[in-house]
């Protein structure tokens, strides 16, 4: 019954931002573990960031830290990713999870450890 509905992708210059929303229906975002990952084509999905939703602790991809932050709004029941100073090589669809576990560091950053998946978004970063 849980739903994640991924939004806000699209093309913008190297060097700009893009955030990205994921809405969740059926499960609120006060608990479990939420996260983004992505894909390029030819390679394999990725994790970028992800947040244990009961105290908000975060982790992040080397590549992506200090440029993406993951956020959550309980009022609106959504998870975000704040994507700034974009590159060609953040090029690729981006996926939003959730678990209903609470996950520790090493296994949040794992694709197989996500119950739930949006369908994703593209995004494209060229100039």
């Known amino acids: 019954q849980v739903q994640l509905v991924e939004s806000g992708g699209g093309l913008v210059q190297p060097g700009g931002s893009l955030r990205l929303s994921c809405a969740v229906a059926?499960?609120?975002?006060?608990?479990?573990?939420s996260a983004w990952f992505r894909q390029a084509p030819g390679k394999e999905r990725e994790f970028l960031a992800g947040?244990?939703?009961?105290?908000?602790?975060?982790n992040y991809r080397d590549s992506v830290r200090y440029r993406f932050t993951i956020s959550r709004d309980i009022a609106k029941n959504g998870v975000y990713l704040q994507m700034n100073n974009l590159k060609p090589e953040d090029t690729a669809v981006y996926y939003c999870?959730?678990?209903?576990?609470?996950?520790?560091?090493?296994?949040?950053?794992?694709?197989?450890?996500?119950?739930?998946w949006g369908q994703g978004t593209q995004v494209t970063v060229s100039s």
């Open positions: 059926g499960r609120t975002v006060s608990s479990g573990t």
């Open positions: 947040m244990r939703l009961t105290d908000r602790a975060t």
């Open positions: 999870a959730m678990s209903l576990r609470n996950l520790i560091t090493s296994a949040r950053g794992t694709a197989n450890e996500y119950e739930y």
